[in-house]
């Protein structure tokens, strides 16, 4: 999948948020993921059974755990994960049921660890690479709609620091730094604007 | 390999379930340099037994 499909997803799923959960008015911030929020659009879009599980394990390896099934998903996170990494981890999961397919699917769960413990996100194949890029940008995409861009870049001109932004999104901080970054935020505006 | 066997049981459980993808979400600095598959596997267990005991955690701030 290509930055741009990602973008065009994102965009397409972001037109339902609007339309099934806030009744076609515009979309306020944050963006909702549970309680008929995002969870539900990529539930109805992909036809899967959704649920979110939050889960007391001492651990700092494992943050969250996706599991698809053929008619239904779990996603699994963390006590450990703060408001905004638990918002994100989930929609990251959420992304790669709506834009995965089989040739992406992690069948050897111990290559998929062993890849994960040498550094190197996933490394099956490289499809699988790719598509946790691109559900961690993909994620990105829901919780900061394109839509926003204006808001966002105006916030940051205003010389609020990446934590206060990250506040009004609800998202990680890191995640802000990411979207501001100025690689991506090229690539992400040059897309927004031919999508619109 | 005990833990890994033992998730890899579970998984095996779950394929016949109709388990077609599963994904580990780590995060930064979730290993340190000694750790180990077995390390991950036991949190990974650990997990599954909290989730088959359905110790779920309301999670009002997560909305």
């Not at chain 1, 609800?170 to 897309?191: F, G, H, M, T, Y």
């Not at chain 2, 598959?37 to 110790?55: D, G, I, M, P, S």
Request: with cysteine.
């Amino acid at each position: 999948m290509r930055l741009a499909d990602v973008s065009l997803l994102a965009r397409d799923v972001h037109s339902l948020y609007i339309k099934d959960c806030c009744n076609g008015s515009p979309a306020s911030l944050p963006i909702k993921i549970l309680n008929n929020g995002l969870i539900s659009v990529i539930s109805k879009r992909t036809g899967l059974a959704i649920e979110t599980r939050c889960l007391p394990w001492n651990g700092h390896m494992l943050r969250a755990n996706l599991r698809r099934y053929k008619d239904s998903a779990s996603i699994i996170y963390s006590n450990e994960l703060n408001t905004c990494w638990s918002r994100f981890c989930i929609c990251k999961e959420a992304y790669h049921l709506l834009s995965d397919d089989v040739k992406t699917y992690s069948t050897d769960p111990v290559s998929l660890v062993n890849g994960l413990m040498n550094d190197m996100p996933v490394i099956t194949i490289d499809d699988d690479i790719e598509a946790e890029w691109m559900a961690v940008i993909g994620a990105m995409e829901l919780l900061i709609p394109s839509q926003f861009d204006t808001y966002l870049y105006g916030l940051e001109a205003s010389g609020k620091e990446h934590y206060e932004i990250a506040l009004e999104f609800r998202v990680p901080e890191k995640i802000i730094s990411l979207r501001l970054s100025p690689a991506l935020r090229k690539s992400l505006d040059q897309l927004h604007n031919d999508m619109h | 390999m005990e833990e890994q066997e033992k998730f890899l049981e579970w998984y095996a459980k779950e394929l016949d379930k109709g388990l077609v993808d599963i994904k580990f979400y780590v995060g930064e600095g979730s290993f340190t340099k000694n750790a180990t598959t077995e390390e991950f596997f036991r949190e990974a267990n650990r997990v599954n037994e909290l989730y088959a005991q359905q110790k779920f955690i309301p999670r009002l701030d997560v909305f």
